[in-house]
């Protein structure tokens, strides 16, 4: 059976998942690894591999993450939506930031000085 999943994926983020599959394909021969390897290395079955290298969006997160580190590709997703390098959420926050600061006041019944 199908999953829903396919029916709403953007087309664009279709195609980038299926790239980043053939990529991970073709790290894996460079690095002469079997499929057989990497299925042992990631704990996944030899369809789910299979499926993996197809970009497959239904095979979790993870999975993907733990091939790139088991590639020795490191760990992009710890950048990939770092708050610092997100543009639009900066320039969100920045407009929201008030014109000018105003103390708050002091009640009526706080008497003396600080």
């Known amino acids: 059976?199908?999953?829903?999943?396919?029916?709403?994926?953007?087309?664009?983020?279709?195609?980038?998942?299926?790239?980043?599959?053939?990529?991970?394909?073709?790290?894996?021969?460079?690095?002469?690894?079997t499929i057989a390897m990497m299925c042992e290395r990631l704990g996944v079955s030899k369809s789910t591999w299979q499926r993996m290298e197809k970009g497959d969006p239904t095979v979790s997160v993870g999975a993907y993450a733990q091939a790139l580190f088991a590639l020795g590709l490191g760990t992009p997703f710890a950048e990939l939506a770092d708050q610092g390098n997100d543009e639009q959420g900066l320039l969100l926050e920045a407009e929201m930031l008030p014109k000018r600061v105003v103390p708050p006041r002091r009640s009526s019944g706080q008497g003396g000085a600080l």
């Open 1 to 33: 059976m199908r999953s829903a999943v396919y029916d709403i994926l953007p087309l664009q983020v279709r195609r980038s998942l299926v790239k980043f599959g053939t990529d991970l394909s073709i790290a894996r021969r460079k690095r002469r690894l």
